[in-house]
């Protein structure tokens, strides 16, 4: 009965679905294209986590997972960089571009 009233929208900028599976090979540069979403640009960031919101890195991830953002936010590369760790399944991290450096510095 309470919130009749139709007064605007709210726009969640970041990728969506959130389920989006991507997969790079143990020895060789990764390279992640396609990503989709809402207001994603080059200024945010990704990060390889265990855990999204904690200091919880990937062992032996180039730069400690932490991923240079191209293409308008859709393509995440590590460079030349080989990803030399542990098959597994880890969390892709994404925030917006200006404090995406917060989780980096401490889980370094």
Known sequence: ENFRADTGRVSVIGPTPLNQERTCISGRACRVDG???LGLSNSDRAMVLDTCGVASHVDRFPGIGL????????ALSWGTTLFTGQGGQYRLCWCAGGVAASIAATAA
């Open 35 to 37: 990503i989709s979403g």
């Open 67 to 74: 991923v240079n953002v191209s293409d308008r936010g859709s």
